[in-house]
Nanobody, 123 residues
């Protein structure tokens, strides 16, 4: 599946931002989806995941309570709502697709990656 992420930008600490990731396939609703991020000089880290049905989600401790992942299967799109952003949230954000929650939470097990969108949070 091909993924196209968008919605990044420059925001101030405390602001909100919504990222979107559009998928190319009509079978999008069969994929479990996730978001990762990669800060300069660091490895890619898991942020959030959502099951194909939208009924189950999981988050990294660093974003739990501030970020919300959701999906609209009719639009083949997954979203990441980022509230109360912090400078440490600055990174390139990537959407990812896979067959299960386990597979989309580990970098080496992801099936497909989007191209990334830059989020920069100023203090």
């Amino acid at each position: 599946v091909q993924l196209q992420a968008s919605g990044g930008g420059l925001v101030q600490a405390g602001d909100s931002l919504r990222l979107s990731c559009a998928a190319s396939e009509r079978t999008f609703n069969m994929y479990t989806m996730s978001w990762f991020r990669q800060a300069p000089g660091k490895g890619r880290e898991f942020v959030a995941a959502i099951r194909w049905s939208g009924g189950s989600t999981d988050y990294a401790d660093s974003v739990r309570g501030r970020f919300t992942i959701s999906r609209d299967n009719a639009k083949n799109t997954v979203y990441l709502r980022m509230n109360s952003v912090k400078p440490e949230d600055t990174a390139v954000y990537y959407c990812a697709a896979g067959g299960s929650m386990d597979s989309v939470m580990v970098v080496t097990r992801v099936s497909s990656w989007g191209q990334g969108t830059q989020v920069t949070v100023s203090s």
